[in-house]
């Protein structure tokens, strides 16, 4: 995978959270915008570019995991990497509330799983294997840039970040957006000029080895 022909110069930025318009979907352009601060989440034909100023971020060390999700994780087995397409599928799905995951950005990151950037996390059910959450995203050293998730049962999606939090280790899951459910689990806000700092840290350092 060659260099971008796109730059991303957070210096250039607006103090608000769609940064760009345009540019496209190749491998090569959605991770130097991850690297740069930035990820792509189109509104019907136009492709945008985020960076929020005010970012979504879990410290794996800082999951909460109620009382009550440790009684669900029970009936649940996780996996990694298992069923990447039917987990950002199931995300896609046009039934869901806000679903804005179209055939382009669907397709850029199937591409991108096959070339060893995107990961999965699915959640099965114990007793018949059925898949009934788990979420996607794209891994760029020890940064897990967290894209969707999904749940089918009750408390699958937060089974997944759980899991996610164990392999991403000593590394940073970005949200994106915190949103109350995500608080839930240890989510916190911090502002987007704190967020570009950490990148240099946890892009350039090598990733888990659970996505090897």
Known sequence: MG????DFDASRWPDDDCVAVGADL???TIVAAYRAGAFPMPDGRDLLWWSPMRRGILRP???HESRSL???????????????????D??????RPGAWIDRRVRDAYVR??????????????ADDGALVGGLYGLSVGRLFAGESMFHRRTDASKAAMVHLAE????????????TPHLASMGVVEIGRADY??????????PGPTAWA
């Open 167 to 178: 392999v991403v280790g000593d590394g940073l899951v970005d949200v994106q957006w915190s």
């Open 3 to 6: 260099p971008s022909v796109w």
């Open 26 to 28: 190749a491998p090569s």
């Open 90 to 95: 199931a995300c896609a799905d046009p039934s």
């Open 196 to 205: 570009l700092d950490l990148l240099p840290s946890l892009v350039d350092d």
């Open 61 to 63: 060390d800082d999951v």
């Open 70 to 88: 440790r009684r669900s994780m029970r009936r649940f087995t996780t996996t990694v990497d298992t069923a990447f397409t039917e987990v950002i």
């Open 112 to 125: 991108l799983h096959s070339l060893g950037w995107a990961h999965s996390i699915e959640v099965r059910d």
